[in-house]
């Protein structure tokens, strides 16, 4: 059971980057799946989900607008499009997998069992 976070970087602020989640080893379409982060002095914190078969999305407040969630279930993949990155959003981004749908509180239950090791964002001119 896997999920293999990319696409992390070292990127200027106001800048983008596109980070890409794979899963293999479970029915990927099945299940929501969504973004978090560690910045830093804090906790880790949900950005972002995405409900099976993407009717659903989530998003924190402070990257509505900026940041866009999207997944390809032919090729078991979730993608977080991140526009306009701030240097406050450095820190390490994670995907995690979960049944239910995506809203507010998926977040706070989403289990150990589906989370990939994660990818490294630096924001910094």
């Known amino acids: 059971l896997h999920l293999v976070e990319s696409g992390g970087g070292l990127v200027q602020p106001g800048g983008s980057l596109r980070l890409s989640c794979v899963a293999s080893?479970?029915?990927?379409?099945?299940?929501?799946v969504g973004w978090f982060r560690q910045v830093p002095g804090k906790e880790r914190e949900g950005v972002s989900c995405?409900?099976?078969?993407?009717?659903?999305?989530n998003y924190l407040d402070s990257v509505k607008d900026r940041f866009t969630i999207s997944r390809d279930d032919a090729k078991n993949t979730a993608y977080l499009q991140m526009n306009n990155l701030n240097a406050a959003e450095g820190g390490v981004y994670y995907c995690?997998?979960?049944?239910?749908?995506?809203?507010?509180?998926?977040?706070?239950?989403?289990?150990?069992?589906?989370w990939g090791k994660g990818t490294q964002v630096t924001v910094s001119s």
């Open positions: 995690a997998a979960d049944v239910g749908p995506c809203d507010s509180a998926w977040y706070s239950y989403v289990g150990d069992d589906y």
């Open positions: 995405i409900g099976s078969g993407g009717l659903s999305t």
């Open positions: 080893g479970f029915t990927f379409e099945n299940y929501a």
